[in-house]
């Protein structure tokens, strides 16, 4: 046991001290993950539209938060990360300690959707401090230990939300606010602000600070687009676990699909505290555009099996598959943005490649709740299945034709 533990924890060592601990709050602030969960049936079940509606609803959040990204990353250039963290994760949990009061209604609904859009300020801000703080040598590590750190706590918070959810609803509100102002307190205190971390970049040559527009930039970058708009499909697929499978299960279950759709995401926090230490290390000398790719060929199969699943153990299967595709998709991403943008740019970077592949999480929910509103989840499924085995094959192809141009391609 001390064996795989020592494999286990061994990628992690050495990385700068800040990484710690904003791996620690990023444990707390999913501890608290109860909300965003159980959205869809918060929409749905407690305050009663229907699923095409709710799919219009999320949708619309995720419009809204757009603007947000492009904002927020400008900011982060100028004011610093750790300050536009602080003011908008501050402001978001404000908007839920207000929800706890409010009964379910509309009145709720449309106050909890400032939630996320103060929260899309801060998102760029999040990755270009870890960019800032490592390098390419470690930036893989570093990014696989916060995501891991995440869902130990996703392990555990939407199954506690899962469980309040029937019957003390305002406590899945307080205690998300609660979480996120104890991680909160860790950044203020014990994380210093990383503007300017590495002025030119310590000499990689394509984190080198620029002149020019985010667009000047870009478009000296083609391969980023190219890789957000691929993401966007994934982003499109992906987001289906938290919109079609909660309703799912909601048609099988009935109220207990809540219960249900809180230890399957439990579940997926689980697979992904014990695979992820082991995938990062399984990937670290394979293309990053490759890897991405196989992660999307899981995502397929898994979704092609919610397609056909009416049985709980296959959906815990299928939660399985598409998990360890999740998290090779979810610790290559960041490096291969990071390692492709210059320092000066680097919170706009995040924030326009997030507001591309973001919008397919935007428009999934709307495009599918209308879908399977008319021809059933199941066929959902099937279109989804589809639609992502085509964005891996071209994430493959992108991985071919730009072999040695872009920065720890493997």
């Not at 710690?20 to 959205?39: K, M, Q």
């Not at 090779?328 to 997030?354: C, D, E, F, K, Q």
């Amino acid at each position: 046991m001390k064996r795989i533990i020592h494999k286990m924890i061994k990628p992690y060592k050495g990385l700068p001290k800040e990484i710690y601990i904003i791996f620690i709050s990023r444990i707390v602030n999913s501890l608290g993950s109860f909300v965003y969960p159980l959205l869809t049936l918060i929409l749905t079940q407690k305050i009663g539209i229907s699923a095409n509606k709710a799919g219009i609803f999320m949708t619309s959040i995720s419009l809204l938060s757009a603007p947000g990204m492009l904002i927020g990353g400008k900011l982060v250039d100028i004011l610093g990360r750790k300050r536009i963290i602080l003011t908008f994760q501050t402001l978001s949990l404000f908007v839920f300690i207000i929800c706890g009061f409010l009964k379910p209604s509309m009145k709720m609904a449309y106050t909890l959707m400032l939630a996320p859009i103060f929260y899309s300020f801060c998102m760029p801000a999040q990755d270009a401090m870890v960019a800032d703080l490592t390098t390419p040598d470690n930036r893989k590590e570093a990014f696989s230990l916060l995501y891991m750190g995440h869902n130990l706590g996703f392990a555990i918070g939407p199954v506690i939300g899962g469980f309040l959810y029937k019957n003390h609803l305002p406590l899945v509100f307080w205690g998300d606010a609660f979480t996120t102002s104890i991680s909160l307190i860790l950044i203020l205190f014990f994380v210093k602000e990383t503007l300017q971390y590495r002025k030119e970049g310590d000499g990689y040559s394509l984190e080198k600070g620029e002149e020019g527009s985010i667009f000047k930039v870009l478009f000296g970058r083609k391969i980023l687009i190219h890789f957000a708009l691929i993401l966007f499909v994934y982003q499109f697929a992906y987001s289906q676990w938290g919109f079609l499978l909660p309703l799912q299960l909601g048609n099988i279950l009935g109220q207990g699909g809540a219960r249900y759709f809180g230890l399957l995401a439990g579940f997926n926090g689980l697979i992904i505290i014990c695979f992820t230490p082991l995938l990062s290390r399984w990937t670290r000398k394979i293309n990053n555009f490759k890897a991405i790719s196989f992660g999307g060929m899981l995502y397929s199969l898994s979704f092609l099996v919610f397609a056909v699943s009416k049985d709980i153990l296959w959906f815990f299967i299928s939660i399985a598959i598409m998990t360890i595709g999740e998290i090779i998709v979810s610790i290559n991403t960041p490096v291969i943005i990071s390692n492709n943008s210059p320092i000066s740019h680097r919170g706009r970077i995040n924030g326009a490649l997030s507001t591309i592949y973001g919008a397919g999480w935007a428009l999934g929910p709307v495009a599918m709740g209308k879908f399977s509103s008319q021809y059933g989840i199941e066929k959902g499924w099937i279109v989804i299945f589809i639609v992502i085995l085509i964005a891996a094959i071209f994430m493959s192809l992108l991985a071919k034709s730009n072999r040695g141009k872009i920065a720890n391609s493997y």
